[in-house]
């Protein structure tokens, strides 16, 4: 799949479990009514499972810019994932999760359903608010294990 150019994401969750995030490019959007995302994050992960149980998550989609950012939240948090957080600006919208301040687009909504598919889980997330970067900005897409900017159109 390295060979497949994706969006690059930066999935987060906050709530009674705790806060968390990981870099992820297995999402898709599933359904216009209601609207909803595929989210796949590795089972084995922290933030699967802190999504799980928060049952809340962000789907940030991460501009060209947002390079490092990726890097930070793909690495093991080493026992103190909140540092993670310092890189970028943070606020929130409806559920609470972290959500990117100028993220090309920003998905926050509520894990209705999971389902688990050898390493990973596919997770149904019901969007309850949206963001997006204005003026629009370019994407970050990872192809052949590198971090790539990408235009869309």
């Known amino acids: 799949m390295s060979r497949v ?4 994401f930066v999935v987060t969750t906050d709530g009674p479990a705790g806060r968390h995030g990981a870099t992820a490019t297995s999402i898709a959007s599933l359904t216009d009514e209601p609207p909803t995302l595929l989210v796949c994050l590795n089972v084995w992960s922290r933030a699967h499972k802190l999504a799980l149980e928060n049952r809340v998550l962000a789907v940030n989609t991460l501009s060209a810019s947002d390079q490092a950012l990726a890097r930070a ?3 093991p948090s080493g026992g103190v994932p909140d540092e993670r957080f310092d890189h970028g600006e ?11 301040k100028g993220s ?3 998905f926050d909504g509520r894990v209705v359903s999971a389902t688990m598919v050898g390493t990973h889980s596919a997770l149904f997330v019901e969007i309850d608010a949206i963001a997006f970067a204005e003026p629009s900005r370019d994407g970050l897409a990872y192809h052949r294990r590198t971090y790539k900017p990408f235009t869309a159109g």
Do not use: D, K, M, Y
Request: charge should be positive.
């Open 104 to 106: 090309v687009a920003a």
């Open 90 to 100: 943070w606020h929130r919208l409806a559920t609470g999760a972290p959500v990117l």
């Open 73 to 75: 939240f793909s690495q």
């Open 5 to 8: 150019a994706a969006t690059v």
